[in-house]
Structures are given as structure tokens and as C-alpha cells.
């Protein structure tokens, strides 16, 4: 994993593509062709601009829509555990398509906004982080989404091979609490609970 222009880049699992950070529309033109934007809202907004070139087809550009100003949300490219796809977050949004197929046949990601991304190699599973749950994506689908963790926040504070620990937010108590999640299943120990009945 490494992070470029404030940009986190993971490569974890195969891929058959190649991913180029642009940082300036100028290298448009060397592409031959506009940018496709995702969403496509029908004018230009703010967007992680990268040059996308599969295996067998000629290189595009993909503009994906940052989901909030500032750098408080992170951004990535990951490389997905079915060895074709490629997520990108973008400041908060989650997107994940195949490159082939030109910014065609996108699919928003869940949670929104996005927090915190971690990857789990030996699972092949991906987990994203909102400010109160956590969901699991493997090759093809949703694999879990958390119970509610926390009351408005969660801090990754450590990752292991089976399970994420953490800080939530709890109101109740006015204090950040542990939590421990097992990535294989989405249960958890400790954390808020303020879905609980009291």
C-alpha cells in the first residue's frame, strides 16, 4: 500500500489493469478524448481524475465526483478481490466498476460517506467505515454489514489477519469506547450500542 498526492494506492489482489493519478486536465490531451465522469451529472465538479488502461483495450480518463471538499475523507484505488474490478474512493464516495468497460456499468459503494478503508488480503474481502457502521465487499457482493458501532464515529486504531479494533463513540457515556470486529463475520464486542433498548 502506498499514497501518493494524498491518494492511498493498494494493489492487494491480482489486477489487469494499470491506474496513473492526473493531477492536471493538460494531460487530457495526450489521451485523445474527455474525460468520463462518474457520476455523470452533466457538468464538472469536483473529481479524482486518474488515466485507467486495461490489459487489452486503449486507455481512458475517469472523473470520479469527491464526495465532500477537503481532505478530512480519504481517497484510494484498490485493486478488488476478483481480480478484475478496481474501487476508487474519492473524499467520502465509494465507486467500483471494471475497467474494460470504460466507466460503463459503475456501482456505487456503500457506506456514504466512506471513513476509513482497509483490506484483507487473506479474506479477499475489502471493509469500508462510515461514521457509525462497518460493511464487508468480497469478489462478487456484500459480504456483512456491522451492527451500529457507534453513536457518530468510529477511529481504526489497530488492524490484526482477523479483526479490526477500534473507537466508538459513545454519547451515553460521553466517551470514546473499544470495540473488536471479527472481518470474517461482522460480529463484534464492545462499542456503543445505541440501537440497544434501555
Given at each position: 500500500?502506498?499514497?501518493?498526492?494524498?491518494?492511498?494506492?493498494?494493489?492487494?489482489?491480482?489486477?489487469?489493469?494499470?491506474?496513473?493519478?492526473?493531477?492536471?486536465?493538460?494531460?487530457?490531451?495526450?489521451?485523445?478524448?474527455?474525460?468520463?465522469?462518474?457520476?455523470d451529472g452533466g457538468e464538472d465538479v469536483e473529481a479524482l481524475t486518474l488515466k485507467i488502461?486495461?490489459?487489452?483495450?486503449?486507455?481512458?480518463?475517469?472523473?470520479?465526483?469527491?464526495?465532500?471538499?477537503?481532505?478530512?475523507?480519504?481517497?484510494?484505488?484498490?485493486?478488488?478481490?476478483?481480480?478484475?474490478?478496481?474501487?476508487?474512493?474519492?473524499?467520502?464516495?465509494?465507486?467500483?466498476?471494471?475497467?474494460?468497460?470504460?466507466?460503463?456499468?459503475?456501482?456505487?459503494?456503500?457506506?456514504?460517506?466512506?471513513t476509513d478503508t482497509r483490506v484483507f488480503a487473506d479474506h479477499k474481502l475489502i471493509v469500508?467505515?462510515?461514521?457509525?457502521?462497518?460493511?464487508?465487499?468480497?469478489?462478487?457482493?456484500?459480504?456483512?454489514?456491522?451492527?451500529?458501532?457507534?453513536?457518530?464515529?468510529?477511529?481504526?486504531?489497530?488492524?490484526?489477519?482477523?479483526?479490526?479494533?477500534?473507537?466508538?463513540?459513545?454519547?451515553?457515556?460521553?466517551?470514546?469506547?473499544?470495540?473488536?470486529i471479527d472481518v470474517r463475520t461482522g460480529e463484534h464486542t464492545g462499542g456503543a450500542k445505541?440501537?440497544?433498548?434501555?
Open positions: 500500500m502506498t499514497t501518493t498526492a494524498n491518494v492511498t494506492i493498494a494493489r492487494d489482489f491480482p489486477h489487469n489493469y494499470q491506474v496513473e493519478i492526473l493531477e492536471s486536465t493538460g494531460k487530457f490531451v495526450s489521451i485523445g478524448e474527455p474525460p468520463v465522469r462518474i457520476p488502461t486495461p490489459a487489452d483495450s486503449a486507455p481512458w480518463v475517469g472523473s470520479f465526483a469527491r464526495g465532500f471538499a477537503g481532505d478530512e475523507l480519504g481517497s484510494g484505488i484498490y485493486a478488488w478481490p476478483d481480480g478484475e474490478s478496481l474501487a476508487v474512493v474519492s473524499a467520502g464516495y465509494g465507486y467500483v466498476l471494471k475497467p474494460a468497460n470504460r466507466g460503463k456499468n459503475w456501482v456505487r459503494l456503500q457506506p456514504n460517506p466512506i469500508f467505515t462510515d461514521f457509525t457502521h462497518m460493511f464487508a465487499y468480497g469478489a462478487e457482493k456484500a459480504l456483512w454489514k456491522s451492527e451500529r458501532l457507534s453513536w457518530d464515529g468510529i477511529t481504526v486504531t489497530q488492524v490484526a489477519t482477523n479483526h479490526i479494533f477500534g473507537m466508538a463513540w459513545d454519547a451515553e457515556q460521553n466517551k470514546e469506547v473499544e470495540f473488536v445505541p440501537w440497544a433498548k434501555r
